[in-house]
């Protein structure tokens, strides 16, 4: 009999078990704004990518095409890809054209935000100032960047002047609305306490105001950031002799998908970088601000 009871207690045990770590795992894993271990993050992280990059081979294997070429196929496979990035690099000077939109994204992002900032931060703190500027930022924002180059052409002209301006319109608008719900947002219950312990307006704006704003302006600018490389492309298909988009645009006439394919990926890979920096410099800068890690 005594040998019996541990069986029995274990076979017991088993459901009990299983019920508690189903709870544990749904309680870690599937519980709202509940972070999750890093190792995890990582590993979702990888697997994601491999599952595109399996779908990819698997819809370039259906749609391969035995009479023609491996390099102008529909659908290039992953490691054709691969072979004509380091070609690109090696015998087209694409690293050229990647500098020359480094350039322009940075440029024409840096102009829009040195103004959307400072606005969306009046237009968010001052009635007065957003009853001035929020109605026709509202009505142009909803203009499609890529419908006023033809414009900026006859304007401009094709130098670089008429690319960093779309990128201005792409981005500009949209920030500074979204730097004015940031301040908006902002409790004045805040804003009281300090002056109430006997703050100025000024120290109340630099001490308070500012540091409470500041972690989603960083965030806001992270956003944008993508739009601004969408609006760079769109301008450089149109009107440009050099640049990632003047790259694809040539590969196009060619017919050479995996050019294309492997101009788009490193477009992402300067995403990824760029987002990389910008959630560094926000960890860094404002390590007061909860975030959700595992």
Known sequence: MSERVPATRSVTASPATARRRRRSFVSTYLTPKRGIPRRTIAILGVVGFVVIIAVWTVVAILTYNKDVPAEVQLVPRPDVVVVAWI??????GFLADVGWSTFRIVAG?????????????????????????????????????????????LLQGLGETEKLTVIW?????????????????????????????????WTVFRKVFLPATFPEVVDALRITMGWAWTYLIVAELVAAQAGIGNFIL?????????????????????????????ATYHRWAFPYVEKVHG
């Open 250 to 278: 040539i590969a196009q006439r060619y017919f050479r998908a995996d050019r294309i394919i492997a101009a788009i990926i490193t477009i992402g890979v300067l995403g990824l970088i760029t987002d990389f920096l910008f």
């Open 169 to 201: 319109i792409g981005v500009f608008f949209q920030l500074v609305l979204m730097v004015m719900d940031i301040a908006h947002r902002v409790p004045t219950e805040m804003l009281n306490v300090a002056y109430t312990l006997g703050a100025s307006r």
């Open 87 to 92: 070609d690109m690099v090696a015998h087209l």
């Open 109 to 153: 992002f840096a102009l829009a935000a040195l103004i959307a900032v400072p606005l969306g931060l009046l237009m968010g703190s001052f009635e007065i100032v957003r009853a001035f500027f929020q109605p026709p930022i509202n009505a142009i924002r909803y203009m499609p960047a890529s419908a006023f180059i033809p414009l900026l052409i």
